[in-house]
């Protein structure tokens, strides 16, 4: 057995060490000595990744045989040669440094144990191989274009979401039966910069591929990437991995989503990130954390500042759920779990690709709890699409009789009517042409006789329709996040 022990501030290390010939098993068992993050990336001697995990405090354990893996690894041969771990410590660019001390055991036996023969028995689940071992450039092979379900409808699903490969506490089975639970659709795993290498089956939730590129400058999610990233001797900035993340997909692929924008201290601050690059903003993330009610009303008013500016990217919500069910945050007495907020997405039929364009649209809507139920000129228009100068109908009701709701319709960032709401629909009519966009929030509280609103949080929100016809959707008045800040500073005086 071998024995590495260390200390790593921010920065890059390597671990080498030499796999004899034909050997069955090759176990490497890690822990940091205190609670932090210190990613791992184990390649082979013909640099190809076999394992990418996220070392914490608690003791993690990774199994690699020919024909199975344990979490985060990939199956395949254990060819004889000099391979690498690669440790990354990524906090500490742009705030004080976490030295992280670690120790890793690497083992390898000649031998096989019977417990080792399935995949499904190292992770307690059926799984689907999502990277390959002879994958070149880190390819992700799965197939968006498969299909669960032909009805063209609204399918729910979680964006955000951590399991035991990072940071989360729901083992890879867990996560399936609690997504199955929550009567999810469909569930993108984000991990911090890793990509499970194995995704499970379910037979109730399509499970997609996804990362939460994660920097000292912010996080954002790659939502159906077409390789996982490459940290085979990488640059390991904030700005080269945000770079890395956004090339992870094409033009016209996957989505491009930045979270908890003004959640600090994971608030997004990056400003050279170009705008058009972002389909999908984050503005509800796990809201049983004390400051999600405060971050998710700054994160609304900053999208009000996008739309303003010409860009239509749209709103979505994450669980950022790293907890067991029985758990709770802080100070919580809701559960932090799968699903809460959820994000509908309109689509044709429900495989990766149908939801990732759907998402790109912004043909979606958020919403907690309320049993939202809407329609806009009775089904012909969706959100995100382009009404022109014309006059719209909305429909609106929910299920849920335990609260009281009101919708709360906003056009080019000002409020221009309210709503209560209940189990009977009701209707109302805005014309476009005197707006640029207009969208609706659903709110949680009553309406006081004034027709305002009492004590209300936010429940969802339904994204905006367009009046393509306004000249600042065709040339936007910003181009990058570092504008778009100081455009905001210049109107708050």
């Given at each position: 057995?071998?024995?590495?022990?260390?200390?790593?501030?921010?920065?890059?290390?390597?671990?080498?060490?030499?796999?004899?010939?034909?050997?069955?098993?090759?176990?490497?068992?890690?822990?940091t000595?205190?609670?932090?993050?210190?990613?791992?990336?184990?390649?082979?001697?013909?640099?190809?990744?076999?394992?990418?995990?996220?070392?914490?405090?608690?003791?993690?354990?990774?199994i690699?045989?020919?024909?199975?893996a344990?979490?985060?690894?990939?199956?395949?041969?254990?060819?004889?040669?000099?391979?690498?771990?690669?440790l990354?410590?990524?906090?500490?660019?742009?705030?004080?440094?976490?030295?992280?001390?670690?120790?890793?055991?690497?083992?390898?036996?000649?031998?096989?144990?019977?417990?080792?023969?399935?995949?499904?028995?190292?992770?307690?689940?059926?799984?689907?191989?999502?990277?390959?071992v002879?994958?070149?450039?880190?390819h992700?092979?799965?197939?968006?274009?498969?299909?669960?379900?032909?009805?063209?409808?609204?399918?729910r699903?979680?964006?955000?979401?951590?399991?035991?490969?990072?940071?989360?506490?729901?083992?890879?089975?867990?996560?399936?039966?609690?997504?199955?639970?929550?009567?999810?659709?469909?569930?993108?795993?984000?991990?911090?910069?890793?990509?499970?290498?194995?995704?499970?089956i379910?037979?109730?939730?399509?499970i997609?591929?996804?990362?939460?590129?994660t920097?000292?400058?912010?996080?954002?999610?790659?939502?159906?990437?077409?390789?996982?990233?490459?940290?085979?001797?990488?640059?390991?900035?904030?700005?080269?991995?945000?770079?890395?993340?956004?090339?992870l997909?094409?033009i016209?692929?996957?989505?491009?989503?930045?979270?908890?924008?003004?959640?600090?201290?994971?608030?997004?601050?990056y400003?050279?990130?170009?705008?058009?690059?972002?389909?999908?903003?984050?503005?509800?993330?796990?809201?049983?954390?004390?400051?999600?009610?405060k971050?998710t009303?700054?994160?609304?008013?900053?999208?009000?500042?996008?739309?303003?500016?010409?860009?239509r990217?749209?709103?979505?919500?994450?669980?950022?759920?790293?907890?067991?069910?029985?758990?709770?945050?802080?100070?919580?007495?809701?559960?932090?779990?799968?699903?809460?907020?959820?994000?509908?997405?309109?689509?044709?039929?429900?495989?990766?690709n149908?939801?990732?364009?759907?998402?790109?649209?912004?043909?979606v809507?958020?919403?907690?709890?309320?049993?939202?139920?809407?329609?806009?000129?009775?089904?012909?228009?969706?959100?995100?699409?382009?009404?022109?100068?014309?006059?719209?109908?909305?429909?609106?009701?929910?299920?849920?009789?335990?609260?009281?709701?009101?919708a709360?319709c906003?056009?080019?960032?000002?409020?221009?009517?309210?709503?209560?709401?209940?189990?009977?629909?009701?209707?109302?009519n805005?014309d476009?042409?005197?707006?640029?966009?207009?969208?609706?929030?659903?709110?949680?509280?009553?309406l006081?006789?004034?027709?305002?609103?009492n004590?209300?949080?936010?429940?969802?929100?339904?994204?905006?329709?367009?009046?393509g016809?306004?000249?600042?959707?065709?040339?936007?008045?910003?181009?990058?996040?570092?504008?778009?800040?100081?455009?905001?500073?210049?109107?708050?005086?």
């Amino acid at each position: 057995m071998l024995n590495f022990n260390g200390e790593l501030t921010f920065g890059h290390r390597v671990l080498n060490f030499n796999v004899r010939a034909n050997i069955k098993t090759l176990t490497i068992t890690a822990t940091t000595i205190k609670k932090g993050f210190l990613y791992a990336y184990l390649y082979d001697c013909e640099q190809q990744l076999r394992a990418n995990l996220l070392f914490e405090k608690e003791s993690k354990k990774l199994i690699l045989t020919e024909q199975s893996a344990s979490l985060g690894g990939i199956p395949g041969p254990l060819p004889a040669g000099d391979w690498q771990l690669h440790l990354y410590n990524l906090e500490g660019e742009n705030r004080s440094p976490k030295a992280m001390r670690y120790s890793v055991d690497i083992e390898d036996s000649d031998i096989i144990d019977s417990q080792h023969c399935s995949n499904e028995k190292l992770l307690a689940t059926k799984t689907q191989p999502c990277i390959n071992v002879n994958s070149i450039n880190h390819h992700i092979d799965f197939d968006y274009d498969y299909c669960v379900n032909k009805e063209p409808r609204w399918y729910r699903g979680d964006l955000h979401a951590h399991t035991q490969l990072s940071d989360g506490h729901n083992s890879l089975a867990s996560a399936v039966n609690i997504a199955e639970q929550q009567s999810l659709d469909f569930f993108f795993i984000t991990e911090h910069n890793i990509c499970h290498p194995a995704l499970p089956i379910s037979e109730r939730t399509l499970i997609l591929p996804a990362i939460e590129v994660t920097t000292d400058q912010g996080h954002f999610n790659v939502h159906g990437p077409r390789q996982s990233l490459n940290m085979l001797e990488a640059d390991y900035s904030s700005a080269a991995l945000i770079e890395q993340g956004i090339n992870l997909v094409a033009i016209d692929e996957g989505n491009i989503s930045i979270n908890h924008p003004m959640m600090k201290p994971w608030h997004w601050q990056y400003p050279d990130i170009p705008l058009n690059k972002i389909n999908t903003l984050e503005v509800c993330c796990d809201p049983t954390w004390s400051s999600s009610p405060k971050a998710t009303e700054e994160a609304l008013a900053l999208l009000t500042h996008l739309w303003n500016a010409g860009y239509r990217i749209a709103a979505v919500g994450g669980s950022d759920s790293h907890l067991a069910p029985h758990e709770r945050n802080p100070n919580a007495i809701e559960a932090s779990i799968y699903g809460d907020p959820s994000t509908f997405v309109y689509a044709d039929w429900l495989s990766g690709n149908a939801i990732l364009s759907g998402l790109r649209q912004g043909h979606v809507y958020i919403e907690r709890q309320c049993g939202l139920v809407f329609n806009i000129n009775d089904g012909a228009l969706l959100p995100g699409q382009d009404a022109e100068n014309n006059v719209v109908e909305y429909a609106l009701s929910v299920n849920d009789s335990q609260s009281h709701y009101f919708a709360e319709c906003i056009a080019d960032g000002e409020i221009i009517a309210r709503y209560q709401l209940s189990a009977e629909t009701i209707l109302f009519n805005v014309d476009m042409k005197n707006h640029g966009w207009l969208r609706v929030d659903i709110r949680r509280g009553q309406l006081n006789v004034n027709n305002e609103k009492n004590n209300a949080e936010f429940e969802g929100l339904i994204n905006p329709i367009y009046n393509g016809q306004n000249a600042t959707f065709s040339h936007p008045l910003i181009g990058t996040w570092g504008e778009l800040t100081e455009m905001i500073k210049e109107n708050e005086e």
